[in-house]
């Protein structure tokens, strides 16, 4: 016998001719996920991919298979040869893991047969099988629909395979068969969910977060490096970049009429983040804006932001409400780390009355007075990469959070 995780693509099972891109894309991430066990195998087939575990820690496994975009569902299994009374064997290990955890009352078992030709056909496995459980978990009772417990076997061509358990896996698309984008991340609740939402749809993400010292602190940055450690989770490395955005802000500051502030320092982190996406081979920006939170995120101020540029903006939380928005951040582990009260450029000078529906002419006049080309080129050229990987910044992370 041997123990398998048995995985469900899912969505990608409609992909026809280019659906081998996209499972071998998965492969990859799931390697990368799972890269603390080397001694893990994986196989590819036609609708399932098969990892043996080779002794790595089962618990840990499916937790980090949990955050891969791309699988539909996963089940612990076990693989043995086609002897029936070694499937009786394998099925009361299973029955007895699952009474182990969680109350069972009711069960049934449920056969499938890509091979035809072994000798026992659907029914008589489910009967056998079932017959033969019934006498030795009395407590249990048959039930055919919705039991407790479905004991589930695969006839294969060379054995069988035998799982209980059904784990909903994160679905959405492997990161990295939707393109590159820049996802432009402060230090708040909503763009680390938004970049979690692009991820989910197979976009690889580069993280932009503009820094102004000594109007922020180093911690505010090092939360940044945090929250993109967290989305490392789902998709693997990301890269992150850190823009000097001071001379930028202060050069705001002078010139322009405080009402206006904050919609011109959007459009120069806009152009900026344009600028990188060329770099990073992006087809898109994406960011954290949710129509009517703030003053930069009524539509009229969105629409003189995205004026500076024709690049496709995705913002997935846009029509979302905050505590929706919350509600995905707990779940992807990156709430407690947003509300740790370090500001992000977003904050620095910020007006006591922004405008929330700025005037073209307005802009225009003020940003006449901005050198925006030698801005945007030194910002670009300031900027500093680091690629960051899962779990690479875990004892960064923990000396941050003593800090606070």
Same mark, same amino acid.
């Given at each position: 016998m041997k123990e398998l995780i048995m995985i469900r693509y899912g969505e990608l099972s409609t992909k026809g001719k280019n659906k081998r891109h996209?499972?071998?894309?998965?492969?990859?991430?799931?390697?990368?996920?799972l890269s603390a066990y080397p001694e893990i195998t994986l196989d590819q087939q036609h609708d399932f991919m098969f990892l043996t575990l080779n002794g790595a820690p089962q618990n840990e496994v499916l937790e980090?298979?949990?955050?891969?975009? !791309?699988?539909? #569902?996963? #089940?612990?299994? %076990?693989?043995?040869?086609?002897?029936?009374?070694?499937?009786?064997?394998?099925?009361?290990?299973?029955?007895?893991a699952e009474l182990a955890k969680r109350p069972v009352a009711t069960f049934k078992v449920a056969t499938s047969r890509s091979d035809h030709r072994f000798a026992m056909d659907t029914n008589d496995i489910n009967q056998g099988l079932g017959g033969f459980l019934a006498e030795e978990f009395p407590e249990l009772?048959?039930?055919?629909?919705?039991? &407790?417990?479905?004991?589930?076997?695969?006839?294969?061509?060379?054995?069988?395979? %035998? #799982?209980?358990?059904?784990?909903?896996?994160?679905?959405? /698309?492997?990161?990295?068969t939707s393109a590159n984008a820049v996802l432009m991340l402060s230090g708040g609740i909503d763009s680390p969910v938004a970049g979690y939402l692009a991820m989910k749809r197979g976009i690889r993400i580069t993280a932009v977060h503009f820094a102004s010292p000594p109007y922020t602190s180093p911690q505010a940055l090092e939360k940044a490096k945090s929250l993109?450690?967290?989305?490392?989770?789902? !998709?693997?490395?990301?890269?992150?970049?850190?823009?000097?955005?001071?001379?930028?802000?202060?050069?705001?500051?002078?010139h322009v009429n405080p009402a206006y502030l904050m919609t011109i320092t959007r459009r120069m982190m806009m152009r900026i983040s344009d600028e990188l996406r060329k770099h990073y081979n992006g087809l898109a920006i994406v960011n954290g804006e949710s129509i009517g939170q703030v003053a930069s995120q009524t539509l009229?101020?969105?629409?003189? =932001?995205? @004026?500076?540029?024709?690049? +496709?903006?995705?913002?997935?939380? $846009?029509?979302?409400?905050? /505590? @929706?928005? =919350?509600? %995905? #951040?707990?779940?992807?582990?990156?709430?407690?780390?947003?509300?740790? +009260?370090? @500001? &992000?450029?977003c904050t620095v000078f910020a007006p006591p009355s922004p405008k929330t529906r700025p005037k073209m002419s307005e802009i225009e006049y003020f940003e006449a007075r901005l050198d925006i080309d030698g801005? $945007?080129?030194?910002? $670009? @050229?300031?900027?500093?990469?680091?690629?960051?990987?899962? !779990?690479?910044?875990?004892?960064?992370?923990?000396?941050?959070?003593?800090?606070?």
């Open positions: 996209f499972v071998s894309t998965l492969a990859r991430n799931i390697r990368e996920a980090g298979l949990s955050k891969v975009f !791309g699988i539909q #569902s996963f #089940s612990p299994a %076990i693989e043995l040869a086609r002897d029936f009374d070694l499937l009786k064997e394998a099925a009361v290990k299973l029955v007895t009772a048959v039930q055919m629909k919705r039991p &407790d417990l479905t004991v589930r076997v695969k006839v294969r061509e060379q054995n069988f395979l %035998i #799982s209980s358990e059904w784990i909903n896996g994160a679905g959405g /698309l492997p990161v990295g993109t450690e967290k989305l490392t989770k789902f !998709g693997g490395w990301i890269n992150f970049v850190e823009v000097p955005f001071t001379e930028t802000q202060e050069a705001i500051k002078e009229e101020s969105m629409f003189a =932001i995205n @004026e500076v540029t024709s690049t +496709p903006i995705i913002r997935p939380v $846009v029509a979302m409400d905050k /505590l @929706e928005i =919350i509600d %995905i #951040s707990k779940k992807i582990d990156t709430f407690d780390l947003s509300i740790q +009260p370090f @500001e &992000d450029c801005l $945007v080129q030194r910002a $670009v @050229e300031g900027a500093m990469e680091e690629q960051i990987m899962p !779990g690479s910044r875990n004892k960064t992370e923990e000396a941050f959070l003593d800090l606070l």
